[in-house]
């Protein structure tokens, strides 16, 4: 799964304001059926995705939050996934995000579940309990994306402790970086100062996050600022293969640069990670789906 710069999450019960066409300009619209709907409302939530029109919304991809499968409304939604074939309003889910994980094991249950759709969409798992934090890489093997919850992870503690919330995005944006995967900061709950939210993102992308979730569309854009890799980042990565590979020696010393082993291994990584023509990633082969 290639990266996705920019995420806006939209409560599912809002469905109607995003399906109309140039609504969402983010990587992704992820409808949630989780913490943005009142548990009260999560069967009208459903209902409300099952009888729209997606079709006009011209959206670039499409992600669905799911409530957890330890509760009757995340069996529920993964009922509704489906029976709905894994689409909403006429287009495919692309990604589901699945919360509140402790282990592997959760993303399997996720994953045989999906297996019944004839295009299982891809998974996407949070790491926002102090389980999933400990199980970070066996959970990234097992899962196409990662992505980090903040809040819940800060409710499980007394206080926010910086200190556990760094070892936590460390130990995420790691065990994604081992199996190639996207990794998704937490979305920011500022929505006026854009500043705070472009040092967030910078931050984040400085911590090896590849994207940031929005819950507004005026965050959009700052964040697909931040996180874009453009055409030139992409072809400075292809000149550094292309001119170790053209050299004889295993380390050259140049006018502006080193070209060295670790330097070239980490070129390839984020072609295979960004460039589309790029040769994949070694397959694994518990990996269902979509294309990865």
């Known amino acids: 799964m290639k990266p996705h710069a920019s995420l806006l999450y939209t409560p599912a019960l809002r ?3 995003v399906a109309e066409p140039g609504k969402v300009h983010a990587d992704m619209l992820v409808l949630d059926l989780e913490d943005s709907t009142h548990p009260a409302r999560k069967a009208e939530a459903r209902a409300m995705l099952a009888a729209a029109d997606l ?3 011209g959206l670039p991809a499409l992600g669905l939050r799911v409530n957890t499968i330890a509760t ?7 009922k509704a996934v489906i029976e709905q074939d894994a689409m909403i309003g ?3 889910i692309d990604a589901i ?8 094991g959760d993303v399997a249950i996720y994953r045989s579940l999906l297996a019944q759709t004839s295009k299982p969409p891809s998974v996407i798992s949070f790491i926002e309990t102090v389980d999933a934090v400990e199980n970070a890489f066996a959970i990234a093997a097992e899962s196409d994306g990662l992505c980090f919850g903040q809040a819940d992870l800060t409710a499980e ?5 910086e200190s556990y919330l760094d070892h936590a995005r460390a130990r995420l944006c790691v065990a994604a970086a081992k199996y190639r995967l996207p990794a998704i900061d937490t979305n920011s709950f500022e929505l006026h100062d854009l500043a705070v939210v472009q040092a967030q993102c910078q931050a ?3 911590a090896g996050f590849t994207g940031k979730a929005a819950i507004h569309p005026r965050q959009v854009d700052v964040i697909a600022q931040t996180f874009k890799v453009g055409p030139d980042e ?3 990565y292809r000149r550094v293969v292309e001119d170790y590979d053209a050299t004889p020696y295993g380390f050259a010393v140049e006018k502006d640069r080193v070209l060295a082993p670790p330097f070239v291994l980490r070129a390839r990584r984020m072609l295979r990670l960004y460039a589309a023509d790029a040769e994949p990633a070694p397959h694994r082969h518990h990996r269902i789906g979509r294309t990865q």
């Open 157 to 161: 503690m007394y206080t926010a402790n």
């Open 55 to 57: 079709t006009r919304a």
């Open 234 to 236: 992409i072809a400075e």
């Open 15 to 17: 469905i109607a304001a």
């Open 97 to 104: 995000f699945i919360p509140k994980i402790a282990g592997a």
């Open 72 to 78: 009757l409304d995340g069996l529920e939604d993964m």
């Open 90 to 92: 006429g287009v495919a």
């Open 204 to 206: 984040a992308r400085e």
